[in-house]
RNA sequence: GGGUGCUUAGCUCAGCGGUAGAGCACCGCCCUUACAAGGCGAUGGUCGUAGGUUCGAUCCCUACAGCACCCACCA
């Protein structure tokens, strides 16, 4: 092996052995393990949170793998509809075009060259973080089978009366041009204004001062609406106003939506452009009246000189000329909640277009969609991890609105639906279909609707259409490979956990449980594992627009810093935050970023996946695991330097020593509570603990405890602590391989053939089992009273400034029998791993030299001062130590001398309390004779 | 307005009813043949505040404060 540990090299030699080996599909034996991957954008790249994503279903598909699960980890990616569309219109752009300067078909052909081009830039990067996923079963999202799941859905829902169309208000995206569903709408808080608007009676005896938000939208006003017990304004219930501006009539109504306390008690209903006034314009039978084009300029409805004038262009005009006829009454500062378009940032227009839904709010719908995906949950059937996101899933769809899935978009699954002349709708997987369910005979030629569906349509079919349904046999891909195949595959149905951010619960998480129970039956995962968000070191979201995203392959690889402030500015537009960025980057990394390898990210990744709802990624924490990579990749040379050239006692060989005894006993407590951690999903937790056994146990200790071992005169003891050293080794390199597949596979290989392994690789071994390994608790307390003494002479040698080079004499002085024993059996140990002479025993009333000490138990360790020792400073060191143990005895007795204590108490807690206060006073006496005699 | 979290060492976070922990940072001594990406040792916390329950509270309950996030139609 390497004298040290370089990443890089063993990186890009495993993955394309792994992925060819074909350990990565399903074994085809063992019970059904899955996990879907949300699938990535397919022109996206890796970000952080796909990164910590993965690396948690990467270690429970190796781990469930190694315990002899029949894993499947479905990969594929998403089309991405808005978001791939825009990204090849802004190239189009570039040159000076739109969309609309292709045909369609030509535009749709050139997404999907762009999808060729670029689509495998996240699947590669994804394999750059290990991910033991099933490549050949790769899917896309409008892929030919995925497409014939998403139409026999639609279908499927339209003829049981599921799915609709209707002309409906919806959240329209101008910049876009197409409506967006209400999760896809951000309210963000803006500062505007409130004005006040006066309305005159047609009579001209009296007014009505409305507030608003929005006064362009008075040019679509039906109504001023007043609360029905509103004394003061109740005579003018009935009443006509004339709209100013548009000289047209409209009455005065009474609704209990209006809040008597807010504004002026007035409200102007305009029903084509907002939800509530949609609303209470159908209470009322009021027409709505449409005043905006679909790019948000006042259309034909208005009066001429304000048609063709962007929204705000026209609230300015409004205003204008509202001021002008003298009826703006007021204009005070105000915030407001605004939508806006998630994917564009435009400011959203309610607007009046024929639409598509999925009825999830009508007693049909409810019963059919909706209770099912409640009781799902409800009944536990589907668990959160952490649990209390159920309450997040549950109230949601307890308050849903029905589901917008048309988009006017080009790219995507186009709505399999077509008209005829006359404007009837014919519904079918193609047109013939369409045709031969026809209800009424077409009119004329059929034309297919123009929209496609919302992207999370498909997504909300990836448990069941990725195994292949609703075909009846194997399903092939472009290259004819096949790819699933439902009969044999819907054994991977339902998964067994979904990992997944709780940002997509709604779009996504709650969708796939309506689809999949709907047409399945069956749940489509047992456990929802909601990940936390990663962000920056200083808790700060990582975002483009603030430059402080991380590049996962950035701190795999390393970055200089020169690239690094190139590549995190050069989408920043604005100067200032481009200048501010940059300085940040300089100061944050002088040094740009420094590799620090995928196994070491894996490992930080799963160190912080607590149940915390974020993560802060700190870049020296990553550092950190790289040290212990390093830590273990020494510990693997050292055991193979020293187990080369010796004899390895044969298999089944009990351990010769203590030390043996003790990591054994170690290595099984730490396998239990890995497991359990596995169960939990605390990879922080089981992260940290196998940190702690490879370095404060194996390191520091063992291998230690293994030098005088190797090298001493028994040849049984030798060649017993070659196979240990080896054995918990090949074990523990197995309890991480999930966590860091890398260097464990690279160790492995050179350790595989010592013990006769014949694994090809270390995904095929199996899983540690504690229970496999026998425990000896009788070893653990000889190696912990020896991990003391040692303690207790380097605490000594460090805080009296002793060469650490420099062999000193050790003195041994009371205690008790077992003392003599166990100081016989470790001599050599504490000798060599101390530096002190063997270790003599002072007898009771013999005189002793002057000595520093330290006191394991009633036994005193003593280095005589001879000129090493200053005396007043053992004195002062020696009473600090008795002032910390009286202060713990103390405590002991507060409690014990509470008779409520004792008597309350469980007996093994006062139990426990006695043992301590006898432990303490044993090495208080000792301490206190230690300093007598230093007179 | 409804909901969900968080507040523990300088920083980032575990712990969650019975001796306050880790990583990083900091301080001292060491290039001791696995590892200076290292070794050994030391320092550092009245666990947000106030009550309550309990023999005992960082942990459970209540209130308050501060900080996040999600949902929602106040013009």
């Given at each position: ?11 890009s ?8 080996s074909?350990?990565?599909?399903p ?15 397919v022109?996206?790249?890796?970000h ?5 994503q ?7 598909i190796?781990?469930?793998?190694m ?18 569309q ?9 040159a ?5 300067d ?6 749709v ?13 996240i ?6 973080l290990?991910?033991a ?10 892929d030919e089978?995925?497409?014939?799941a ?6 499927e ?6 799915i ?18 209400d999760?896809e709408?951000?309210n ?10 006066r309305y ?5 005896s009296?007014?009505v ?8 939208t ?13 004394e ?8 006509m106003?004339r709209?100013p501006?548009?000289n ?5 109504i009474?609704d ?5 306390e807010?504004?002026?008690?007035f ?6 452009h ?5 609303a ?9 009246i ?6 948000a300029k ?16 026209a609230?300015?005009r409004?205003?204008?000329d ?5 009826l703006?009454?007021e ?38 969609i ?13 668990k ?7 309450t997040?899933?549950?109230?949601w769809?307890?308050?849903?609105q029905?589901?917008?899935i ?17 404007g009837n ?39 069941f259409?990725?195994?292949g ?13 096949v ?14 956990v979904?990992v997944t951010?709780?940002d997509?619960?709604?779009?996504w998480?709650a969708?796939m ?5 709907y ?6 995962f ?7 968000i ?7 979201k990582?975002s ?12 795999i ?12 500015t050069?989408?920043l ?10 300085k940040r980057i ?21 160190a ?8 802060n ?7 950190g ?6 830590k ?5 040379r050292?055991v ?22 003790w990591?054994?006993?170690?290595l099984?407590?730490t396998?239990g509570d ?11 937790l ?7 056994f ?9 291998l ?12 049984a003891?030798?060649a ?6 080896l ?26 053939p010592?013990?006769?392994l ?9 899983w ?13 307390a ?16 460090s805080?009296?400034n ?28 504490i000798?060599?791993l101390?530096?002190?002479?063997a270790?003599?025993?002072i007898?009771?009333?013999?005189d ?6 330290a ?8 280095i005589?001062l ?12 020696l ?24 008597a309350?108490?469980?007996?093994e ?20 004779e230690?300093?007598?005699?230093l007179?």
């Amino acid at each position: 092996m390497d004298k040290s540990f370089e990443p890089r090299q063993i990186e890009s030699k495993w993955y394309a052995r792994w992925e060819a080996s074909g350990d990565f599909q399903p074994s085809g034996h063992g019970e059904p393990y899955c996990i879907l991957l949300p699938p990535p954008n397919v022109t996206g790249t890796l970000h952080m949170g796909h990164a910590f994503q993965q690396t948690v279903m990467d270690m429970l598909i190796r781990y469930q793998r190694m315990r002899g699960l029949n894993t499947l980890w479905q990969v594929g990616t998403d089309h991405a509809g808005i978001a791939t569309q825009k990204i090849v219109e802004n190239q189009l752009a570039a040159a000076g075009q739109t969309r609309h300067d292709l045909s369609r078909e030509a535009f749709v052909e050139r997404v999907w060259q762009w999808k060729e081009e670029s689509g495998s830039t996240i699947t590669n990067q994804m394999r750059r973080l290990g991910v033991a996923a099933d490549w050949s079963r790769e899917r896309f999202t409008m892929d030919e089978g995925l497409s014939s799941a998403v139409r026999k859905v639609f279908v499927e829902w339209f003829r049981a009366g599921l799915i609709y169309r209707g002309n409906r208000l919806v959240n329209w995206d101008p910049a876009l041009g197409t409506a967006v569903s209400d999760l896809e709408v951000n309210n963000v808080e803006r500062d505007g204004h409130l004005w006040s608007i006066r309305y005159y009676t047609v009579d001209n005896s009296d007014s009505v001062v409305v507030a608003t938000t929005r006064p362009e939208t008075m040019l679509g006003d039906v109504a001023v609406a007043v609360h029905p017990e509103d004394e003061r304004y109740a005579h003018l219930v009935g009443k006509m106003l004339r709209l100013p501006l548009s000289n047209r009539e409209i009455p005065v109504i009474a609704d209990d939506y209006v809040d008597r306390e807010f504004g002026t008690g007035f409200v102007k209903i305009t029903p084509a452009h907002d939800f509530n006034d949609y609303a209470i314009g159908q209470r009322h039978n009021l027409a709505p009246i449409n005043i905006f084009t679909l790019d948000a300029k006042v259309n034909e409805n208005a009066p001429e000189q304000y048609r063709g004038l962007d929204r705000f262009e026209a609230r300015k005009r409004v205003l204008a000329d509202l001021e002008t006829e003298g009826l703006l009454v007021e204009t005070k500062p105000h915030k407001l909640q605004v939508p806006v378009s998630q994917r564009s940032d435009a400011v959203i227009e309610p607007m009046l277009t024929d639409q598509w839904f999925v009825d999830l709010t009508s007693d049909h719908g409810r019963k059919a969609i909706t209770e099912p995906a409640l009781d799902a949950v409800r009944s536990g059937e589907i668990k959160f991890v952490p649990e209390n996101w159920s309450t997040t899933y549950t109230q949601w769809l307890e308050n849903i609105q029905d589901w917008c899935i048309s988009r006017q978009l080009w790219w995507g699954h186009r709505i399999p639906a077509w008209y005829d002349e006359a404007g009837n709708i014919f519904v079918g997987e193609n047109e013939a279909d369409a045709r031969a369910h026809a209800a009424v005979p077409p009119v004329g030629a059929l034309r297919q609707d123009e929209d496609v569906l919302d992207t999370w349509f498909s997504s909300a079919l990836w448990p069941f259409s990725t195994l292949g349904w609703p075909a009846d046999g194997p399903v092939k891909n472009e290259r004819g490979e096949v790819v699933a195949d439902w009969q044999a595959d819907k054994i991977f149905l339902p998964s067994a956990v979904l990992v997944t951010g709780f940002d997509i619960i709604f779009f996504w998480v709650a969708r796939m449980v309506m689809a999949t129970k709907y047409f399945t039956g069956q749940v489509p995962f047992r456990e929802v594992y909601i990940n936390a968000i990663v962000r920056d070191a200083e808790g700060q979201k990582m975002s483009k627009s603030k430059g402080n995203t991380l590049d996962p392959l950035d701190l795999i690889d390393g970055i200089e810093l020169e690239p690094l402030v190139e590549k995190s500015t050069k989408s920043l537009l604005i100067p200032q935050v481009r200048e501010k960025v940059e300085k940040r980057i300089r100061k944050d990394y002088p040094a740009g970023i420094p590799a620090i390898g995928t196994d070491a990210l894996r490992f930080t990744f799963a160190a912080l996946a607590s149940y915390s709802r974020t993560i802060n990624f700190d870049i020296k924490r990553a550092e950190g695991y790289k040290a212990f990579c390093n830590k273990l990749w020494n510990a693997a040379r050292f055991v193979l330097m020293n187990v080369e050239n010796g004899a390895i006692a044969a298999a089944g060989t009990p351990p010769a020593t203590e030390a043996e005894r003790w990591i054994l006993t170690r290595l099984k407590q730490t396998l239990g509570d890995v497991e359990q951690h596995f169960l939990t999903y605390r990879f922080d937790l089981l992260a940290q603990e196998l940190y702690e056994f490879v370095w404060n146990e194996y390191c520091d200790w063992f291998l230690e405890l293994s030098k005088p071992a190797l090298n001493g005169d028994d040849a049984a003891a030798a060649a017993s602590t070659r196979r240990t050293l080896l054995v918990v080794l090949e074990t523990v390199l197995r309890a991480l391989h999930p966590i860091v597949p890398f260097i464990t596979e690279e160790i492995w290989q050179s350790v595989a053939p010592l013990l006769g392994l014949t694994e090809a690789a270390l995904l095929r071994r199996p899983w540690p089992k504690a229970g496999d390994i026998a425990a000896d608790e009788a070893a653990t307390a000889e190696v912990e009273w020896f991990k003391n003494v040692l303690s207790g002479i380097r605490r000594i040698r460090s805080e009296m400034n002793i060469a650490p080079g420099k062999t000193i004499p050790l003195l041994l002085a009371d205690g008790d029998a077992a003392d003599r024993a166990r100081a016989a059996k470790f001599a050599a140990q504490i000798a060599f791993l101390a530096r002190v002479d063997a270790p003599q025993w002072i007898d009771a009333g013999v005189d002793e030299p002057a000595a520093a000490a330290a006191v394991v138990g009633s036994m005193r360790v003593l280095i005589p001062l001879a000129g090493l020792i200053d005396v007043g400073a053992e004195k002062t060191r020696l009473g600090k130590e008795i002032g910390r143990i009286e202060g713990e005895i103390r405590k002991c007795e507060g409690k014990l001398g509470n008779a409520n204590f004792v008597a309350n108490a469980p007996a093994e807690v006062v139990a426990q309390e006695r043992q301590r206060i006898a432990d303490w006073g044993t090495q208080l006496s000792a301490l206190r004779e230690q300093l007598l005699k230093l007179g």
